[in-house]
T-cell receptor, first 112, second 116 residues
Framework: GENVEQHPSTLSVQEGDSAVIKCTYS??????FPWYKQELGKGPQLIIDIRSNVGEKKDQRIAVTLNKTAKHFSLHITETQPEDSAVYFC???????????FGAGTILRVKS | EAGVVQSPRYKIIEKKQPVAFWCNPI?????LYWYLQNLGQGPELLIRYENEEAVDDSQLPKDRFSAERLKGVDSTLKIQPAELGDSAVYLC??????????????FGPGTRLLVL
């Protein structure tokens, strides 16, 4: 089955700096890669996603890149702000059944 | 538009007691998911419903866990009897469909269970 590994487990950055979180997946049939942000006491919230027919997607300060050959994808947050502090999860899904397999999460701390 | 609704938000019970969680998905969403999230980990799928049919329950511990979605809308997840190791967050999510893959899943706030 699918296995998703996520690094780093914690990340501290200064306000205004960039943050990068990386994930690798094992199933070459995976074709959908969402990123979720989870704040304390809340459920995961989708912030951006990418499909396997696209190499990069950007939404304001957030971007995701996908390398299908290497089976890894990354989340990039630019100009970080204190409200970006949260736990971020990557996930991968195959085309059969919409089953998401999540990484273990990255705790992002943005210091002001 | 209302998001995924879950209740209760918190539950504290003693071991060996039964407990039930309720989920109301986003209106019009045919696919409903129950996930388990242990502390410091990502969510893990327990069961997925397409309308009222459970189409993937391979990760559901069937000796003590059960779920239902009788009318293809609301769903209930039950644990009987609860064990100490069941302490976790139980998340419900929904999507428009689930058969084609790549459908966005929207999560509820979760139910935080503590078993004493």
């Amino acid at each position: 089955g699918e296995n998703v590994e996520q690094h780093p487990s914690t990340l501290s950055v200064q306000e205004g700096d960039s943050a990068v979180i990386k994930c690798t997946y094992s199933d070459s049939a995976s074709n959908y890669f969402p990123w979720y942000k989870q704040e304390l006491g809340k459920g995961p919230q989708l912030i951006i996603d990418i499909r396997s027919n696209v190499g990069e997607k950007k939404d304001q300060r957030i971007a995701v890149t996908l390398n299908k050959t290497a089976k890894h994808f990354s989340l990039h947050i630019t100009e970080t702000q204190p409200e970006d502090s949260a736990v971020y999860f990557c996930a991968a899904s195959t085309r059969y059944g919409n089953k998401l397999v999540f990484g273990a999460g990255t705790i992002l701390r943005v210091k002001s | 538009e209302a998001g995924v609704v879950q209740s209760p938000r918190y539950k504290i019970i003693e071991k060996k007691q039964p407990v039930a969680f309720w989920c109301n998905p986003i209106s019009g969403h045919n696919t409903l998911y129950w996930y388990l999230q242990n502390l410091g980990q990502g969510p893990e799928l327990l069961i997925r419903y397409e309308n009222e049919e459970a189409v993937d329950d391979s990760q559901l511990p069937k000796d003590r866990f059960s779920a239902e979605r009788l009318k293809g809308v609301d769903s209930t997840l039950k644990i009987q009897p609860a064990e100490l190791g069941d302490s976790a967050v139980y998340l419900c999510a929904s999507s428009l469909t689930g058969t084609g893959g790549g459908e966005t899943q929207y999560f509820g706030p979760g139910t935080r269970l503590l078993v004493l």
